[in-house]
């Protein structure tokens, strides 16, 4: 599916611009008949007992948001300090250190398609960083302002939270983002992959709806 691309919703007609879990609809408004105001919702005008109250978190409830705002973070205080960040200690790689963060490796199918678009457009830029996002992505193509990123089945099969997170910043940031599944390019063909891009079809593209 097709994300960041101009389309028109099929429920109100406004133009608007795809992302995860909206790319028929503008909004849930849209999406979902119950909250168009065509049917009252089911607890409408029903007020909790008393018994419901008292297992309420009052407490949290009146702190408000932001409650927490300014206290310690011990948890990610240990992510960043721990073994699993890669410049724990200031011992980082610096020859994968790119535009303030750590490029990451990739596999030999990415590695051909980017190859295959940059016979195809001019400055087509491997690894690329989106500005003030500290996120690395597969492939950018400027001629078309249009991000590709090759998923690889095993690596992204419990990424979904983490795709869509970076799919929506990507959108955030104005450019459009075409996603593939590794077996999608391998069981369609590198040309038809190309093809699908080149053309901004994006009908062989990873859907990021499942949750």
């Not at 992510?79 to 490029?103: C, H, L, Q, T």
């Not at 590695?111 to 087509?124: A, D, G, P, R, T």
């Not at 190309?194 to 009908?203: C, F, R, S, T």
Request: aromatic share 12%.
């Amino acid at each position: 599916m097709a994300y960041g691309v101009e389309h028109t919703c099929e429920y109100c007609g406004n133009k608007f611009i795809t992302k995860p879990r909206y790319v028929k609809y503008c909004s849930q408004k849209c999406k979902n008949p119950l909250n168009r105001g065509e049917y009252d919702p089911w607890n409408k005008g029903i007020k909790l007992t008393e018994e419901q109250k008292s297992k309420q978190n009052r407490s949290g409830l009146a702190k408000g948001w932001g409650w927490n705002k300014g206290t310690p973070n011990e948890r990610q205080r240990e992510r960043w300090s721990g073994p699993d960040n890669p410049n724990a200690g200031g011992k980082g790689n610096i020859e994968k250190f790119k535009n303030g963060v750590f490029s990451k490796s990739y596999s030999k199918g990415e590695l051909e398609l980017y190859n295959k678009l940059s016979s195809i457009f001019e400055n087509v830029e491997h690894q690329f960083t989106v500005k003030n996002y500290h996120r690395v992505y597969d492939i950018y193509i400027p001629k078309l302002n249009l991000i590709v990123e090759y998923d690889g089945d095993y690596w992204h099969k419990d990424s979904l939270e983490k795709d869509l997170r970076d799919t929506n910043k990507a959108i955030k940031k104005g450019h459009k983002i075409f996603r593939y599944w590794e077996s999608t390019v391998k069981e369609q063909g590198l040309d038809k992959i190309v093809e699908d891009i080149v053309n901004l079809e994006g009908k062989y593209c990873r859907k990021l709806e499942e949750i």
